[in-house]
């Protein structure tokens, strides 16, 4: 993984990494970041500056980006990939922040071949092999403390990881060693129970969004994993065992994330 990510930092060898003082300050602000020993924190710091230098961050509606924010995204972005390597972010190139939740609109066919149209406010948005989109005022660090199971940089990156074969379809490209079969059953039954528990006007452990679809199940799942990893072991074991080694991480065990 080092000697990867140095080959890929000699094309950049004259620009400089995220400078410490801004690192520092960043790591800081984020507890998901500030439990990882320092030989992963000295990792995630290659690959963010590495990010920073191939991705192309756009404020929208009037938002000025500007350095801070641009680490703060990227380093939380890069923690999904942290064992992974920054070819799973490949194909697409620009981050869009606004400063507030914005208005998308969707063109929907149905079987007679009718075109419905909607508009739904959101916090964050991905497309496929286009940019990443998210809501400043959802994201920052006053958002964050706020939030105990989620975290929307996380989900919508999840998103881009998922859409790596194609569709976000909750089946992102498996390693070699992971049996497709395993991730189907574990991530098939933790989604019908959700769904079960949500039809019977039960409450659920983990945001309830991830009935939604088998795509926003993988990504509030891949969400729990670094924020509420004990809580996502306790409410699906399974689901947790097939994203560590996905991820080739274990919060758990590293104590990161909150119970």
């Not at 950049?12 to 984020?30: C, G, N």
């Not at 919508?156 to 998922?162: N, Q």
């Not at 659920?204 to 072991?233: G, H, I, K, N, Q």
Request: charged share 25%; net charge negative; proline share 5%.
């Amino acid at each position: 993984m080092l000697s990867r990510l140095w080959r890929r930092w000699s094309r950049f060898s004259r620009r400089p990494l995220i400078a410490d003082e801004l690192w520092r300050r960043t790591v800081a602000r984020l507890p998901l970041l500030a439990a990882l020993d320092p030989h992963a924190q000295a990792r995630l710091h290659e690959l963010a500056s590495l990010m920073l230098r191939e991705k192309t961050f756009v404020g929208a509606g009037g938002l000025q980006v500007d350095d801070e924010m641009r680490v703060y995204v990227a380093a939380q972005a890069c923690l999904l990939i942290l064992n992974l390597g920054l070819e799973y972010y490949a194909g697409w190139h620009e981050i869009i922040l606004y400063p507030d939740t914005f208005v998308v609109r969707h063109e929907e066919y149905d079987e007679a071949g009718v075109v419905h149209e909607s508009e739904r406010a959101l916090e964050g948005e991905s497309w496929e092999r286009g940019p990443l989109i998210l809501s400043w005022a959802e994201v920052c660090p006053q958002t964050l403390e706020q939030e105990e199971t989620g975290n929307v940089i996380l989900h919508e990156f999840a998103h881009k990881l998922d859409m790596l074969n194609g569709t976000a379809n909750g089946m992102p490209p498996l390693h070699a060693d992971m049996s497709r079969q395993d991730w189907t059953r574990a991530f098939t039954q933790a989604y019908e129970t959700m769904c079960d528990q949500l039809d019977g006007g039960q409450p659920t452990a983990l945001d309830a969004y991830a009935a939604e679809s088998p795509a926003e199940f993988f990504a509030v799942m891949s969400e729990a994993f670094f924020v509420a990893p004990e809580r996502l072991w306790q409410s699906f074991p399974a689901v947790y065992h097939q994203l560590s080694r996905f991820y080739r991480q274990d919060p758990r065990a590293a104590g990161v994330g909150n119970a």
